[in-house]
């Protein structure tokens, strides 16, 4: 499939990730679906996920947090558990409290914390 389109979100910002990181793709041609070719589903805005319900997470990023995914860029997924954001923000401290940084990341109300903390599995693993 060839796209004809890239959106990205209007609040991104490539040097701090953490947030609006979603992307859509408009592709050139209609795609009959499948079982291999299925649309994503997005909740709305004011759907809430109990902390211990799961979720499928994908994408093309990190491998784990120092590691690229390399060449033939498959598509990763993994099935995590949703987590409190006040769990998943303790993960996410600053480097040097009180010294705000470009590359400290926080968890903000619009987010959604998911990962498995048995097995790594996350974001960026």
């Not at 558990?81 to 619009?110: A, K, L, R, W």
Request: with cysteine; glycine share 6%.
């Amino acid at each position: 499939m060839t796209v004809n389109r890239i959106t990205v979100h209007a609040d991104y910002n490539k040097w701090h990730r953490m947030g609006s990181d979603i992307t859509l793709l408009q592709l050139h041609h209609h795609v009959e679906f499948s079982s291999h070719i299925l649309p994503a589903c997005l909740p709305e805005p004011t759907t809430s996920l109990a902390p211990d319900s799961s979720c499928w997470i994908s994408g093309w990023g990190m491998v784990t947090e120092d590691v690229f995914l390399p060449e033939p860029f498959q598509l990763q997924e993994a099935e995590v558990g949703v987590m409190e954001n006040s769990v998943c923000g303790s993960f996410f401290q600053p480097q040097y409290p009180g010294q705000p940084s470009s590359s400290d990341y926080t968890i903000h109300e619009d987010m959604l914390c998911a990962g498995d903390l048995v097995t790594g599995k996350s974001i960026c693993r």
